[in-house]
């Protein structure tokens, strides 16, 4: 039902910044919690970021708190994941995640890969 497309990876420099955008068609999208995972190279799927649908409040891993940032922009049907001043193990694969209820994802998108070098 819910289609869910991500952009926005590449390559990035520590310290830098990049904005990562998941685009989702197929239901209303205020009504779905949206989330962030990545998938480290030899690593299983973790989690990042979560989001409800009125906007507020957000959960991050810890190991994001203070750098990434994810919001959403409802009439654009879109959910972004700022990124700033990545780190080397930050490289991954980022997955956009969106469920009816918070933490619980059903729908998912291919991935985009982020890879922080110098």
């Known amino acids: 039902q819910v289609d869910l497309v991500e952009s926005g990876g590449g390559l990035v420099q520590p310290g830098g910044s990049l904005r990562l955008s998941c685009a989702a068609s197929?239901?209303?999208?205020?009504?779905?919690?949206m989330g962030w995972f990545r998938q480290a190279p030899g690593k299983g799927r973790t989690f990042v970021a979560a989001?409800?649908?009125?906007?507020?409040?957000?959960s991050y891993a810890d190991s994001v708190k203070g750098r990434f940032t994810i919001s959403r922009d409802n009439a654009e049907n879109t959910v972004y994941l700022q990124m700033n001043t990545p780190k080397p193990e930050d490289t991954a694969v980022y997955y956009c995640?969106?469920?009816?209820?918070?933490?619980?994802?059903?729908?998912w998108g291919q991935g985009t890969q982020v890879t922080v070098s110098s």
């Open positions: 995640a969106g469920g009816p209820i918070d933490f619980v994802y059903q729908y």
């Open positions: 197929g239901r209303i999208f205020s009504t779905l919690s």
């Open positions: 989001i409800r649908g009125s906007g507020d409040p957000t």
